[in-house]
């Protein structure tokens, strides 16, 4: 069956592929995001009651996966919006949720921090009580969308006590919030503005609060982990595509002109394009798992959000790098299309929780041990 929304999003996505270049030189991608607004996917995953879509996470999977075959920048900050919305659909305000509805507005999360690294959940920033008014401090390390997203889900210590965590709606334009201008310019995932941000002194009403003082943890564990890990292996996916699909037609048309064959009729070749099929759709199907485990509410689901991510972004690292073996020469050059997958791969491994923390998690899962 095709949804109205998959063939909504193929002029978009041609438009998005054609951009895909320059958006790895560090452009971001504002006209892709403006049009994915005017066509409602923005507001895919907003409910119905507020002029969204109300449609659900297998929806969402399948529209960054479809993105991420063109270019996983862009994918990378639709994954953050859509994780950052499914917060404030739960716990925002009306006002900012019917805005996100009509495609008006890009929301982020803000929890990676310079003091707790890849642990999210341990926020070393505080949040601190000042009349009807809440002082906010912190040094948040990697922000997707920094400079361009309206709002962030913001991660502190809680206003009462030491221990948990809590979230708050913060305005990007909040006085004393400050991202690092200039984008990101690194291996890979260049054009998704991830810079770290900062606050000094910034003041937010006490009702940006997300859910109550201290229930933050609960919320990232609930809501944040399963899109967050869901949509990072959708991402990964969508690579995992691109590559297979780009390695096969490269080895098929390009041909040894001395004997007149092409790469694909080297065993060798087809044996490496077959591994990057299997592991392709190995992860697709546990992706498509995990989606009906958590909708069914399955006893399983936790598992398998853990496994999705960790099982994604482990393979999207091997099957890109089996399209750079078998292209050989020509997959250094951007022409045929695989160096920028290569190196866009391998950010899922490191993205929190990292593929080591989630083994971790995982393990302690399959053995009885509580997670933390």
Known sequence: MTFEYQSKIEPIAAAIAHAASDTDKGAFPSHALRALGDAGFLGMISSKDVGGQGLGMAAAVWVVQRIARECTSTAMIMMM?????AVIEAHGPVEVRKDIAAGKHLSTLAFSEVGSRSHFWAPVSTATADGTQVRLD??????????????????????????ASTLWLVPRKTAGVQATAGGFDGLGLRGNDSTPVTAEGARVPATAMLGADGAGFGVMMSTVLPWFNVMNAAVSCGVMEAATARTAAHAGGTKFQYAGTAIAELPTARAYI????????????????????????????????LESKAAAGESATMVTDLAMRVCGGAAFRKEVGVERLFRDARAATVMAPTTDVLYDFIGKAVTGLPLF
Request: proline share 2%.
């Open 274 to 305: 077959a591994r990057m099929q299997i592991q392709t759709d190995m992860c697709k199907a546990l992706l498509d798992d995990t989606v009906a485990a958590i909708a069914a509410g399955r006893a399983d689901a936790t598992l398998r959000v």
């Open 138 to 163: 912190a040094k948040k390390s990697w922000v997707t969308s920094a400079n361009h997203a309206d709002s962030y889900v913001w991660s502190s210590k809680p206003l009462v006590g030491a221990e």
């Open 81 to 85: 919006h859509y994780s950052a919305t």
